[in-house]
């Protein structure tokens, strides 16, 4: 047993400014530390055969009164019940770490989550993950605590309300395929927040479990393509979509001569781009395929690109009027204004007779671009693919394929931007009945 020092008066303690430990009696083991300037209490005791040092407190927010009693209870602790102290606190601060990794929210988690892998990600991707997680799921359960959500609460997001043509129904049965990539992205923050510590147990977004409660997408949805222009309507809507104003019309214009997505023409930038060498190369980062992807430059592409204004402080080629670049649906927007200025002239409009008439898209373009080289061109079907940046359906030899068919892709481009500045002279006469029937009413 330590040897009891002499009981120091608490004015006698107050006087002890020396650097040091400095015995105050009363408690086996008590000392006051004194280390440049700062003071606080520390005991010294036997703990499993070792002797440990056990923090007590401030000497400024701890008088010595309360120092010698929490000493005391220590020793009773150690000796009496055999409890460690120090084990003890490491402990507690072990479980108050746990409990506020418990009250994490989901929006929290699915945000750090986003952060964490947002460098792996195409910029696209990751604006598109953040609006329908902002959209569908922040509302239901974003402000929850990410431990206490269950697979009831997943389902309560799944199955929200959605108003359609039809009437309401719910969200996983109104627009299916959103829905089950809403679910692929709770599991993935719900997995996460399970290694990171901030849940524990089974995934309640997972669809093994799911499966049983909801219908297989299968059923409740039918994939469909997206509106596409049939190709030989394509040079009279170039012409048309010439005479409309705007940076987004400029972007539409380009995505089609270049038979890209349109995220990554939203998303060029002009130190992607040689005019001198006429390409455009997109790095893997802004790819579906996570591949670099290097396009040729038609003449009529290098000329919009020639037209553009260059904005001081804004790298992108089409940049919007309010933000960086152009937003998801500018483009969209153009074609729905071109579609309902026609349907007005001729009944029609600018849709796909092989989609119901929908009104086409954006993306269609590329399915119209795939359409016309297939069915009037003598170009290879790997060049076609190469194009289109799509992965080769023969691993084996997309594996020993090195090179990018570059020259190829060339011609094959500027045989597109030609017959994207041709119509048909079927079309043509097509557009003056139609001009005269207007008239004559």
Same mark, same amino acid.
Request: proline content about 4%; overall charge positive; aromatic content about 6%.
């Given at each position: 047993?330590?040897?009891?020092?002499?009981?120091?008066?608490?004015?006698?303690?107050?006087?002890?400014?020396?650097?040091?430990?400095?015995?105050?009696?009363?408690?086996?083991?008590?000392?006051?530390?004194?280390?440049?300037?700062?003071?606080?209490?520390?005991?010294?005791?036997?703990?499993?055969?070792?002797?440990?040092?056990?923090?007590?407190?401030?000497?400024?927010?701890?008088?010595?009164?309360?120092?010698?009693? +929490?000493?005391?209870?220590?020793?009773?602790?150690?000796?009496?019940?055999?409890?460690?102290?120090?084990?003890?606190?490491?402990?507690?601060?072990?479980?108050? +770490?746990?409990?506020?990794?418990?009250n994490k929210t989901f929006k929290e988690c699915a945000e750090l989550w986003i952060n964490a892998n947002r460098a792996g990600w195409v910029a696209e991707h990751t604006a598109r993950l953040e609006s329908s997680l902002a959209l569908h799921v922040y509302p239901k359960i974003g402000d929850l605590p990410i431990a206490g959500i269950d697979t009831g609460l997943v389902l309560e997001v799944l199955q929200q309300p959605v108003d359609t043509p039809n009437g309401v129904k719910p969200f996983w049965e109104a627009k299916a395929e959103t829905a089950g990539r809403v679910r692929g992205r709770i599991e993935s923050v719900m997995q996460w927040a399970k290694v990171r510590g901030f849940r524990e147990g089974e995934n309640p977004a997972d669809w093994k479990t799911l499966k049983f409660t909801l219908p297989s997408k299968s059923k409740v949805y039918k994939e469909e393509n997206f509106p596409a222009l049939p190709y030989a309507e394509t040079g009279a809507f170039v012409a048309e979509l010439r005479k409309q104003k705007g940076m987004a019309a400029r972007a539409l214009e380009f995505t089609i001569l270049t038979a890209v997505r349109s995220g990554e023409v939203r998303g060029a930038t002009w130190d992607e781009i040689s005019l001198s060498a006429r390409v455009w190369t997109i790095p893997a980062e802004r790819m579906k395929m996570d591949k670099e992807h290097s396009v040729p430059l038609s003449d009529a592409a290098v000329k919009l690109l020639e037209s553009l204004p260059r904005i001081k402080g804004n790298n992108h080629v089409f940049p919007a009027e309010k933000a960086e670049a152009l937003s998801g649906m500018s483009l969209l927007t153009v074609i729905r204004r071109m579609h309902k200025k026609k349907f007005a002239a001729d009944g029609r409009g600018w849709i796909d007779p092989k989609q119901n008439n929908r009104t086409i898209t954006v993306h269609g373009f590329r399915s119209c671009f795939?359409?016309?080289?297939?069915?009037?061109?003598?170009?290879?079907?790997?060049? +076609?693919?190469?194009?289109?940046?799509?992965?080769?359906?023969?691993?084996?030899?997309?594996?020993?394929?090195?090179?990018?068919?570059?020259?190829?892709?060339?011609?094959?481009?500027?045989?597109?931007?030609?017959?994207?500045?041709?119509?048909?002279?079927?079309i043509k006469q097509d557009i003056v009945v139609s001009i005269m029937k207007r008239k004559a009413v």
């Open positions: 047993m330590p040897k009891i020092a002499k009981e120091l008066k608490p004015l006698a303690v107050s006087k002890i400014k020396r650097d040091g430990l400095h015995a105050v009696g009363g408690v086996p083991g008590l000392y006051l530390q004194v280390r440049n300037g700062n003071r606080s209490w520390i005991l010294y005791a036997m703990i499993g055969g070792k002797r440990r040092k056990v923090g007590l407190g401030s000497f400024e927010y701890v008088t010595l009164a309360d120092a010698r009693a +929490i000493a005391r209870e220590l020793q009773r602790k150690i000796k009496v019940d055999g409890i460690d102290p120090v084990e003890e606190r490491r402990a507690a601060k072990a479980r108050a +770490i746990l409990e506020v990794r418990k795939d359409d016309w080289a297939t069915e009037t061109t003598t170009h290879e079907d790997k060049t +076609i693919d190469y194009s289109l940046a799509h992965k080769l359906p023969d691993k084996v030899r997309g594996a020993y394929q090195r090179g990018d068919m570059f020259m190829k892709r060339t011609l094959l481009m500027d045989d597109w931007a030609r017959y994207c500045d041709t119509i048909p002279a079927a």
